[in-house]
């Protein structure tokens, strides 16, 4: 019998609310109101699970700065995807040593997928001793506890034990924008792509019950977001562990009959799971965003198959054929790694050909990095690193130009986008963001920051779109 996703009881949640309201009795003692320095590293995921941290700090008493001297409280939430990430993170929890000896009181948090890895917990405890709590991805829930205990023992928290994971509702939230929100509709992933370090990291694929998820997005709507994205690792098999199973194109037609001025994208997808049937639902709902992320990762068959990816060259861009039939203007991105193991360059250059023919409007584009424990980092790799790079180069330039040529074909056309930011650069006041999530400068009043008008595109580049307010 499959196994069903354990949900955390609201019991649990509500004991977690009630360390952060001790806590909070505590910090209103306290001379000062406490500060919190979150840090976010790695995917949206990740901003989405701080989001949460923050929500938990703030009913903590805590307040928000991105001055470490003036943090009572610095939580770096980690990411393990490459090994530059890792890097990243772990230098900066070094240079933190000596905040903590000026400030001994100061609580330094580690958190995230880095965090989960095999090894790593023993690291830090051995040669990061000025970390206090240290925590994965699937014990988040319980932010408070831990914090609660270390207020009052001093004594050092790893909660890092291997864990499948589970649903916690009713944990609060800061949002960080008040526009865009990201709402995690599932965690965890399946799929085991042998380069992958997500799948043991983050646990198996569990989702989120509709009804959650669509109190949530009424509630955003009623708040003023207009552009709402909905998370998982693979959206595409969601609701597959739900006691009463719904596909995600279920969950995407009932999200757009929520009423409200507002667009629809989620992210990510597989090709593998995206179907028929999701092509013609996000062209018939009128709020889904006409933009696809669709990662393929490499063009060649063998090296596909290495990947454990489960799908051809040819059944992707047959999918990718469907779909330019149902949305003619359908914007395109995927993700693809460069240097696979035994990749040689004959065979990238069936990427090339994969690039030439979909013709995406943006890439994001890696070296492959190997990660200890994935089947990938136990191949031979004897491409040098010289010529991994000589063919990322090409890559990224064949992209530009595609990038550029597409956006060109922009200028003179008038398109409704949502004016998101306002710039810090004079010329250009307002931001933008078509439908299908290209971004405009724009000349205009900034004070139409938020609303969704239309812009007279002027002119492109292979970055952005120009334009005014019409
Ligand atoms: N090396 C390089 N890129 C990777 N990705 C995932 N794992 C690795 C790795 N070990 C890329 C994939 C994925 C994106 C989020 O990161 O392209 O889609
Ligand atoms: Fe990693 Fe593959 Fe899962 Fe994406 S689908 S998170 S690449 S294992």
């Known amino acids: 019998m499959e196994k069903k996703t354990a949900v955390i009881p609201q019991s649990e949640v509500e004991r977690q609310l009630a360390f952060c309201d001790r806590i909070a009795e505590r910090t209103a003692q306290w001379e000062q109101t406490p500060l919190a320095a979150v840090i976010t590293y790695g995917c949206q995921q990740n901003e989405a699970d701080s989001e949460r941290l923050r929500g938990y700090l703030a009913r903590m008493g805590y307040g928000f700065t991105e001055d470490l001297e003036q943090a009572r409280l610095i939580l770096i939430n980690t990411c393990a995807i490459r090994e530059h990430a890792e890097q990243r993170a772990l230098g900066n929890v070094g240079a933190l040593v000596h905040g903590k000896r ?60 291997d864990d499948p994971g589970s649903i916690a509702e009713g944990i609060p ?32 694929e569990r989702s989120r019950k509709p009804e959650d998820i ?61 179907t028929h049937r999701l092509f013609e639902t996000m062209a018939r709902c009128e709020k889904v965003a006409p933009v696809l992320h669709l990662p393929f990762q490499a063009g060649n068959d063998r090296i596909l198959k290495a990947m454990n990816r489960r799908h051809t060259r040819e059944e992707y861009l047959a999918k990718i054929r469907d779909l330019k039939s149902l949305i003619p203007d359908i914007v395109l991105t995927s993700d693809i790694i460069v240097g696979f193991p035994g990749e040689t360059t004959e065979e990238f250059e069936d990427t ?119």
């Open 214 to 274: 669509l109190a949530e997005i009424r509630e955003l709507v009623k708040d003023g977001y207009r552009d709402i994205t909905l998370l998982g690792q693979n959206v595409n098999s969601y609701g597959k562990d739900l006691a009463e199973p719904m596909d995600f194109a279920a969950l995407l037609e009932a999200a757009n009959a929520i009423p409200g001025d507002f667009l629809l994208r989620f992210m990510t997808s597989h090709p593998k799971d995206a």
């Open 102 to 161: 000026r400030h001994p009181e100061q609580l330094i948090c580690l958190c995230g997928c880095m965090v989960q890895q095999p090894g790593m917990a023993e690291k830090i405890r051995q040669s990061y001793r000025h970390v206090d709590l240290v925590f994965g991805p699937q014990a988040l829930w319980r932010f408070p506890e831990m914090v609660w205990e270390r207020l009052r023992s001093r004594g050092r928290t790893f909660q890092v034990e």
């Open 352 to 470: 090339l050909k994969v690039l030439e023919e979909v013709r995406f409007d943006a890439l994001f584009t890696f070296i492959f990095s190997p990660r200890a424990g994935t089947p990938a980092a136990r191949m031979e790799d004897p491409m040098p690193r010289s010529e991994k790079l000589a063919n990322f180069n090409r890559l990224t330039a064949l992209q530009d130009r595609i990038s550029e040529e597409k956006h060109a074909a922009y200028v003179g056309k008038t398109v409704r986008c949502l004016l998101d930011l306002t710039s810090e650069d004079g010329a250009w006041p307002l931001t933008g963001r078509t439908p299908g999530n290209r971004l405009v400068r724009i000349q205009g009043d900034a004070a139409a920051a938020g609303q969704f008008r239309n812009v007279k595109i002027t002119g492109a580049n292979k970055w952005s779109l120009f334009g005014e307010l019409t």
């Open 173 to 204: 939230v800061v949002r960080q924008d008040g526009i865009k929100a990201w709402v995690s509709i599932m965690y965890g992933c399946n799929n085991f792509c042998s380069y992958c370090i997500v799948p043991y990291v983050r646990g198996r």
